[in-house]
């Protein structure tokens, strides 16, 4: 069964220039979850979500957005981007357990986002 | 609002000893915890989960946590450590029903001295 596979993996942007991170699910997965990992601040939670809705926001300014597409694959877009977006961007799918408890996140590998 | 304090931002043990990463948590209602690892250039993976089933917790590799409630803390533990356990461990709560998401300690770098 294939892992949750993100690309791409490494990029270089400009300080204004804008960037989409592409990320696929575990088959079978209708969550996708988006985190920021910085030496600084740690993971920090961007946003999730499920059956193409997002049902939970972090504390990030509206430049950073996603969506996610009928067959649960999803995008991340960071647009005006300041040197403090560099970062570790990690995305992780889960089957969102029914009980309605989180459920385990399978994460990628990430996309290393370097803005200069 | 949840959070959890990861003691030590770097612990070091030789090979062979007792591994323990310590994990205190705030909650405002019975919380999730979880302990994931993070190799070198990797993702994260699960170790172990806590759901209120049982206060000790058995993970892969030979980890386990203790759900320890007066304490409000969720330590991790392993009896003897090896050389592939260097790697970077980050404690997470939620209490959030009906979503994903988690809210992570700020890790713990784990070194294996041969």
């Known amino acids: 069964k294939a892992g949750v596979t993100q690309t791409p993996r490494y990029l270089i942007k400009t300080r204004g220039q804008q960037v989409t991170l592409s990320c696929s699910p575990i088959?079978?997965?209708?969550?996708v979850s988006w985190y920021q990992q910085t030496p600084g601040q740690g993971l920090q939670f961007l946003f999730e979500?499920?059956?193409?809705?997002?049902?939970n926001k972090g504390n990030f300014p509206g430049r950073f957005s996603g969506r996610q597409f009928s067959n649960s694959r999803s995008e991340m877009n960071v647009s005006t981007l300041e040197l403090g977006d560099s970062a570790l961007y990690l995305c992780?799918?889960?089957?969102?357990?029914?009980?309605?408890?989180?459920?385990?996140?399978?994460f990628g590998e990430g996309s290393r986002l370097t803005v200069l | 609002a949840q959070s959890v304090t990861q003691l030590g931002s770097h612990v070091s043990v030789s090979e062979g000893a007792l591994v323990l990463l310590r994990c205190n948590y705030s909650?405002?209602?019975?919380?999730?915890l979880f302990w994931y690892v993070q190799y070198p250039n990797q993702g994260l993976q699960l170790l172990l989960k806590?759901?209120?089933?049982?206060?000790l917790v058995k993970g892969i590799n030979g980890f386990e946590a203790e759900f320890k409630k007066s304490e409000t803390s969720f330590h991790l533990t392993k009896p003897s450590a090896h050389m592939s356990d260097a790697a970077e461990y980050f404690c997470?709560?939620?209490?959030?029903?009906?979503?994903?998401?988690?809210?992570f300690g700020t890790g713990t770098r784990l070194t294996i001295i041969p």
């Open positions: 992780a799918s889960s089957l969102a357990g029914s009980s309605g408890g989180p459920g385990e996140l399978f």
């Open positions: 806590y759901t209120s089933a049982a206060t």
């Open positions: 088959s079978g997965h209708r969550s």
């Open positions: 979500y499920f059956s193409e809705t997002q049902r």
């Open positions: 997470a709560v939620s209490e959030d029903f009906g979503n994903e998401k988690l809210t």
């Open positions: 909650s405002s209602v019975p919380p999730y």
